[in-house]
């Protein structure tokens, strides 16, 4: 656990290694008692030759070849009462003839879940590095793209939140949280922005009888140079009626106070209505609409599985107060989806975890070659999206669509560093993915992967960036612990507002687990 520690980036402030204190000192405690973990070195070395190295135009474009050396620790552990995921990556990019281009990126993928009193305190944590776009309109991050991309900015975001939950006799149950979030970008891209939030509920037991009832708060604050300090303070009371065993209705009356539009604060109520269906164990629809300080607004979850499918859509109408974290925290992987379809099969989360992995070969090169969504700001977003997303379990294939939509509308001026708003102040972006891995035998593998990115800008004429990739790759397993893969990957873009490219690229790499 010394290793995984040291190779998380030293130059970062105190204040954002503070969750990684306390999964160090928890780590350390944990292994002392003779707890198994799942500690995996890796190493991958690929080689790639492009004919367009640093993404220029087609007039400029020149072939190169270059390395890309991944060095990673996986540190995992599920369990009833710890649970931790440690996955970082540095990647050393070296090229052939322009040391100019050299760079190192770092990537880190971590969660923890600790229940420190048995059945009544908890602690989740989380902490990301991940390479965000800067802007809506340039070249879009892919997730195997090459190492220069002049719209990428490394990202950190960093959140913890302790929370109680217990019950009260018999007839109520309740549940107190405080998250606390962080978002820091490399080179000043954007101002530190923060974020603190106080939750509580409390609301009737299953048993407590047929009229259920609900009292549910939050306090929100975030806090930037850039916007200044926003907050939006909101409570709730709800009235749950069960028409059927597997369907209830809530009428719900609101109020809230919030400073999100503007620096002046508005208040007033938010009252709305609710749906809850569950048909079966395998399928769900959660709704819930309300008149809110700028409209209507909703959030709609549906998810549904069979033996060979999973489906899930959502949509959601609402104020976002911190873009950079509310990215982060709203993909949905292919991964997941293979997990639900496993979940009744393999009830165990580390034995579907290693089924996952071998069903779609994970060898370090991604199982779609889709782009990160989303754009830097701090700026607040009346933000509508809507996402959906199927993946299909075959005999030998698994294949994959994607579907996501996002419309967002910039709340009020920023003083600090320019954004995509200053161009446009509502952007619309669409992503369409589709990925197909076809396993020829237990240890080889084909992987097709196709997506399209779109962006505009809808109150500005002339805004507008679009990336068509496409990617296939074959690997295949040495042994239990080394893998080679080799793959053509396709990068189309054009931009009214950056340089557009094509690029062509080859490459081969080699993924050694220890």
Known sequence: MDTAMAMVPKSSPAGQLRFLAIVACTLCSTLVSGQTWRIVPQLSVRETYSDNI???????????????????????????????????????????????????????????????????????????????????????????????????????????????????????????????????????????????????????????????????????????????????????????YPLLPTLSISAIAGYEENSLASAESRSGSSNGVGLEWNPSPRTRLVAVGQRRFFGNSHDVNFSHRTALTSWRFSSSRDVVLSQNIASAANQISVTELISDILASSIPDPAA???????????????????????????????????????????????????????????????????????????????????????????????????????????SSLNFESEQRLHSLYFNTSLGPRTTVSVGVRRDHFDSTRATSYRENSVTGSLSVRF
């Open 352 to 458: 579907r975890s290693a089924a996952v992995s071998q069903r779609l070969g994970q060898t370090g090169i991604p199982i779609a070659s889709t782009t990160s969504s989303g754009f830097l700001t701090s700026r607040p977003t009346l933000t509508r999206r809507h996402d959906a997303s199927v993946a299909i379990l075959g005999v030998r294939s698994t294949i994959s669509f994607s579907l996501s939509r996002r419309d967002q509308l910039a709340l009020g001026d920023s003083s600090g560093a320019a954004d995509s708003f200053s161009l446009s102040d509502d952007i619309r972006q669409t992503i369409a993915a589709t990925s197909w891995v076809y396993r020829l035998t237990p240890l080889s593998s084909f992987t097709l992967a196709l997506s399209k990115t779109k962006s505009e800008g809808l």
């Open 54 to 240: 640093d993404l220029a135009a087609s007039s400029s474009a020149q072939s190169r070849a270059y390395s890309d050396i991944s060095t990673g620790l996986l540190v995992e552990r599920l369990g009833p009462r710890v649970s931790f995921l440690f996955d970082y990556r540095l990647r050393s990019y070296i090229y052939s003839g322009e040391s100019r281009l050299n760079n190192t990126q770092n990537f880190l993928n971590s969660r923890a879940a600790f229940e420190l009193v048995d059945n009544w305190m908890f602690v989740d944590a989380r902490a990301n590095i991940t390479q965000q776009n800067r802007s809506a309109f340039g070249a879009p991050v892919a997730g195997d793209g090459t190492g220069v991309n002049a719209n990428q900015a490394e990202t950190r975001t960093y959140q913890i939140s302790p929370y109680v939950r217990g019950t009260l006799s018999d007839r109520a149950i309740y549940q107190f949280r405080f998250n606390a979030s962080e978002s820091r970008t490399a080179e000043d891209v954007l101002a530190d922005s923060r974020t603190s939030e106080w939750l509580g509920l409390i609301s009737s037991a299953p048993t407590a009888g047929r009229l259920g009832w609900m009292l549910d708060g939050s306090a929100q604050t975030v806090r930037s140079d850039d916007i200044g300090t926003r907050k939006n303070d909101r409570a709730r009371v709800s009235l749950i």
